[in-house]
């Protein structure tokens, strides 16, 4: 697995990829701007006067109605249908397995489109259904660039970054699979997908671009028209692209901090080695839109024994002043093979009163997903596991579902 070290010669803080994104002969226009899509259709004939229109009217049908195929696309003239046909798609990822946990949650395993080489790749996507929402837990990278002691998804290695497409193609699968395309009834209005954090497989910070323009085109009001403030990016703590994060995307912010000294943030998240604490928290500070109304959230699993007692509370209380900040709290989610156990959960009460009694917002995550490996850290797959043969059967049943 390669691996850059740091400067002493100690553990690997990132990897390297392994591979880099060739696209099919056929590729999709799911996850092309506009601007791309008018170039495309310019490569097919169609006139400069003619364009906008044509741009809108594949917008509509990608983003709003969840056409997947342009033979859907009743109101485009047959022959450009037939010419779009010829030389793109509107494919997004394939279902290759769905486990429903007995909270309801949903995991998703999604094959990518191959590149016509013979490499197809897996990531993950989880539903979360809540009363008042129902959250989508997106993946930005086939495994992940870093190796956090205490994340089974930091275990595996990374094979590469996902394409814009990718990432919104993950979005248009959930609400294919939850029918979420037409208006309906539900108690927060009418969508079942209501709001996206990146907290699935991989770094965001470490595939901004894709990432951004993903986010862009679900935020779009003519299409999937999510609002940017039920839209949260989870970062490790990549400090040059948090300040990008504010000013280029405008979504929520979320730190994955989980230790409140140096020595112990750097054996649990050995990114601490390369942006230490004081830069994390100063780009914190200085995160473009943060307000007591739009506060940056840090996440804070609860380590038995290792970050939990009444003295780290004390410092992350001490640590976060001067951040519009709530706190996170997150009961370690258990995985074969983790060295770490969830804190007693007394201590967290009392780790989260702390807390809350010094001003900050300190809610304790309910654990979802736990019986599919669908919680928080627990994103790689059992299925890799799975015989060719065994894949294709579960295969089969996701696609009768």
């Known amino acids: 697995m390669a691996m850059t070290e740091t400067a002493t010669g100690d553990a690997p803080l990132e990897k390297i990829a392994l591979e880099t994104y060739q696209p099919p002969d056929k590729p999709s226009l799911i996850g092309l701007s506009r601007e791309e899509i008018s170039e495309r259709l310019g490569e097919l004939g169609v006139p400069d006067k003619q364009r906008k229109m044509r741009v809108a009217q594949l917008w509509h049908w990608m983003y709003v109605r969840g056409a997947r195929s342009f033979e859907d696309m009743t109101n485009v003239s047959k022959a450009l249908r037939e010419q779009l046909e010829s030389r793109f798609t509107v494919d997004r990822p394939e279902v290759v397995t769905e486990q429903i946990s007995n909270d309801g949650?949903?995991?998703?395993?999604?094959?990518?489109?191959?590149?016509?080489?013979?490499?197809?790749?897996?990531?993950?996507?989880?539903y979360i259904p809540e009363t008042d929402r129902g959250t989508l837990c997106v993946s930005s990278q086939v495994g992940c660039t870093l190796n956090c002691s205490f994340c089974h998804t930091g275990t595996q290695r990374l094979v590469r970054n996902l394409t814009a497409g990718e990432i919104v193609g993950q979005v248009m699968v959930a609400k294919d699979r939850l029918n979420d395309w037409i208006d309906r009834e539900t108690p927060h209005g009418n969508r079942l997908v209501t709001?996206?954090?990146?907290?699935?497989?991989?770094?965001?910070?470490?595939?901004?671009?894709?990432?951004?323009?993903?986010?862009?085109?679900?935020?779009?009001?003519?299409?999937?028209?999510?609002?940017?403030?039920?839209?949260t990016l989870s970062t490790s703590g990549v400090v040059p692209n948090i300040a990008r994060t504010g000013e280029e995307i405008a979504c929520m912010l979320a730190i994955s901090l989980h230790a409140v000294r140096d020595e112990l943030r750097n054996e649990l998240v050995p990114l601490n080695?390369?942006?230490?604490l004081k830069e994390l928290l100063d780009a914190c500070r200085n995160y473009p839109g943060s307000s007591n109304s739009r506060r940056i959230t840090f996440e804070y699993v609860m380590?038995?024994?290792?970050?939990?007692?009444?003295?780290?509370?004390?410092?992350?209380?001490?640590?976060?002043?001067?951040v519009h900040a709530k706190i996170n709290l997150i009961p370690f989610n258990p995985w074969?093979?983790?060295?770490?156990?969830?804190?007693?959960?007394?201590?967290?009460?009392?780790?989260?009163?702390?807390?809350?009694?010094?001003?900050?917002?300190?809610?304790?995550r309910t654990p979802r997903g736990r019986d599919i490996l669908a919680a928080c850290g627990q994103l790689k797959s059992e299925t890799e596991k799975l015989s060719v043969r065994e894949r294709d059967a579960l295969r089969a049943m996701a696609m009768t579902d």
């Open 105 to 126: 949650t949903r995991k998703w395993l999604l094959r990518l489109p191959g590149d016509g080489k013979g490499r197809a790749h897996e990531v993950e996507c989880v």
């Open 195 to 231: 709001n996206i954090v990146m907290m699935g497989m991989g770094e965001p910070l470490y595939n901004f671009d894709p990432v951004r323009d993903a986010l862009l085109i679900v935020m779009d009001n003519e299409g999937i028209g999510l609002s940017r403030r039920r839209i």
């Open 273 to 276: 080695k390369k942006y230490p």
């Open 303 to 322: 380590l038995k024994g290792v970050n939990d007692s009444m003295e780290d509370a004390k410092l992350l209380v001490k640590l976060l002043k001067g």
């Open 336 to 364: 074969p093979g983790s060295k770490y156990e969830c804190s007693d959960w007394d201590q967290i009460e009392k780790f989260s009163e702390y807390i809350f009694n010094a001003g900050y917002s300190s809610p304790v």
